[in-house]
């Protein structure tokens, strides 16, 4: 019953979870909108520290940090409704595309409806920016930390440690002042091993099956192929989808044409490259977590055993085997982190994290727009005039009004349609 005041909440966390584009940069300007100045789950203030917090973590950054905003408001049952009405929509989409690839002959989401979705998002990345520089960034150290960070986002952006070695070096940077030391409160709490024992039990043993069931061809051994890939791959990704991207290519393309695989003649996990490449372009033009992809190549790579059932649970298992390492990872560091924070060490260092993790921001704004403004802006395209124009009333809109972000995601789809 104490779940049924909470129902509001979930609402909107699933209206956000089908208007939120753009990717981990893009959802925090709509988390900011949505969740802090609109509903009040959190202020300025806790976002910041919840996204320095999961920006420092591997896994889904903007997914744990919705999960975390759950966790806020209602603890651990809240946290897990939060998670799974977060991933479910962009995972069905994900899931069902590789049951309905094979029957359609083009499915090229970069253009019509879509196309000022990225301006969009830019935008949102913006705003975000914006507010966040108010509440961060107060004297010398923090905005040189500021530009450092914005500077190596932009020039790094695709390099996947680029964004923990920032967070941490900001971290030890704002400790070299010993003024600013917290006020003593109550005393750290008992750290619950809980989740992290899980995390560690689930590793070793989907490691163990897979291996088990791939040398002693068990009938399904695919499935558990599968789990072991997907939750290594949600347990080790730092950077995001950027870096997933390529690890997966790795285990489902290149692996299976090495000379070790072909010559063993192991029948492993693989897929096709334009299936891939499909899957990861549409992935990035619906709205929801990247992670979704999970649910796409566990369906695509289980398509080969010719069984429907097979492949959903392919959806399935890539899904859950994707998200659910981010989620036990962060619900078990947060509290630790919480614990910590109580520390003078600790606490000077949440002013440089909070200040890089601001700098990181800015600088994926310049990063995503560059393409625009050298690319399409330089050669004359009248397409970089409205994405120009898309990206400044986007942040206006935002910053200015108080009309709701998935208006503005719906009107730029509808702008998109109309031109």
Same mark, same amino acid.
């Given at each position: 019953m104490a779940l049924l005041r909470h129902i509001p909440f979930l609402r909107t966390v699933f209206l956000y979870s089908i208007t939120a584009f753009g990717g981990p940069q893009g959802h925090y300007g709509m988390m900011l909108k949505t969740f802090v100045q609109k509903r009040k789950d959190v202020d300025e203030h806790e976002l910041l520290d919840l996204v320095s917090f999961c920006n420092m973590l591997p896994g889904a950054s903007s997914t744990q940090t919705i999960t975390l905003i759950g966790y806020k408001r209602g603890g651990i049952p809240l946290a897990v409704? *939060?998670?799974? =009405? $977060? /991933? *479910?929509?962009?995972?069905i989409i994900m899931g069902s595309l590789s049951f309905l690839l094979e029957y359609l002959d083009h499915f090229g989401l970069s253009v019509g409806v879509f196309k000022f979705i990225k301006a969009m998002a830019i935008g949102f990345i913006a705003f975000s920016s914006y507010k966040l520089f108010r509440v961060a960034i107060h004297n010398t150290i923090t905005k040189i930390i500021l530009l450092v960070a914005a500077f190596a986002t932009f020039f790094a952006f695709k390099t996947p440690w680029v964004f923990p070695v920032l967070i941490v070096l900001a971290g030890v940077i704002t400790n070299f002042s010993d003024r600013r030391i917290p006020q003593h409160g109550e005393k750290p709490k008992q750290i619950k091993w809980g989740n992290m024992l899980i995390f560690i039990a689930l590793f070793a043993v989907a490691g163990y099956l897979s291996e088990t069931a791939t040398k002693e061809n068990w009938k399904n051994r695919k499935a558990f192929n599968l789990f072991e890939n997907t939750y290594r791959f949600g347990s080790i990704v730092f950077g995001g989808g950027d870096v997933l991207m390529p690890m997966m290519y790795e285990q489902y393309l290149t692996r299976p044409e090495t000379k &070790?695989?072909?010559?063993?003649? &192991?029948d492993v996990l693989r897929m096709n490259k334009d299936d891939f490449l499909t899957g990861w372009g549409i992935v990035r033009a619906i709205p929801g977590p990247v992670f979704s992809i999970g649910a796409f190549t566990g369906g695509m790579v289980m398509r080969t055993e010719n069984s429907a059932s097979l492949q959903l649970l392919g959806c399935f298992l890539g899904a859950i085997g994707i998200f659910l390492p981010s989620a036990l990872l962060v619900l078990f560091f947060f509290p630790v982190w919480n614990n910590l924070k109580k520390y003078a060490v600790i606490f000077r260092s949440l002013e440089g994290i909070n200040a890089a993790v601001v700098g990181i921001m800015a600088g994926a704004t310049f990063y995503l727009m560059k393409d625009i403004v050298f690319v399409e802006? $330089?050669?004359g395209k009248i397409t970089?005039?409205?994405?120009? %124009?898309? /990206? =400044? %009333? *986007?942040?206006?809109?935002?910053?200015? *009004?108080? =009309?709701? %972000?998935?208006?503005?995601?719906?009107f730029c789809l509808l702008l998109g349609w109309i031109l």
């Open positions: 409704l *939060t998670l799974l =009405i $977060w /991933i *479910t929509p962009a995972s &070790r695989v072909q010559e063993n003649k &192991r802006l $330089w050669n970089g005039v409205y994405d120009v %124009a898309v /990206i =400044i %009333a *986007t942040f206006v809109v935002l910053s200015f *009004t108080k =009309i709701p %972000a998935p208006f503005v995601v719906l």
